[in-house]
């Protein structure tokens, strides 16, 4: 198991930018397939963006696309997550997630492909 603590999230006004930390121990970071999802009240855990193990493979959900930008740095063992331009429906709870194995070149994006999760950070954006 890893242990993952995301950090950085906010109350930002529509078009600013926030960076999201995510921390993670326990397990060797670098082996295994990364992801970002977000849940808003009422509505289920989407996937957000993800980033592969092996080289730097990168896959973002439609919303996310020319807005958001994923990076891991293996050496901190600390996975990002950089959003610009936000948008009032962008405001969900943001969680890291550690998938349940490496995917290699992959960037899996369902929820069942990851096996360990963050508590998560609150993103507000106002309009």
């Known amino acids: 198991q890893v242990q993952l603590v995301e950090s950085g999230g906010g109350l930002v006004q529509a078009g600013d930018s926030l960076r999201l930390s995510c921390a993670a121990s326990?397990?060797?970071?670098?082996?295994?397939?990364m992801g970002w999802f977000r849940q808003a009240p009422g509505k289920e855990r989407e996937f957000v963006a993800s980033h592969s193990w092996s080289g730097s493979t990168t896959r973002y959900a439609d919303s996310a696309k020319g807005r958001f930008t994923i990076s891991r740095d293996n050496a901190k063992n600390t996975l990002y997550l950089f959003m610009n331009s936000l948008m009032p429906e962008d405001t969900a709870v943001y969680y890291c997630?550690?998938?349940?194995?490496?995917?290699?070149?992959?960037?899996?994006?369902?929820?069942?492909?990851?096996?360990?999760w963050g508590r998560g950070t609150q993103v507000t954006v106002s309009s």
């Open positions: 326990g397990r060797t970071f670098s082996t295994y397939a």
């Open positions: 997630a550690a998938a349940r194995r490496s995917y290699g070149i992959l960037t899996p994006v369902g929820t069942n492909d990851y096996g360990s």
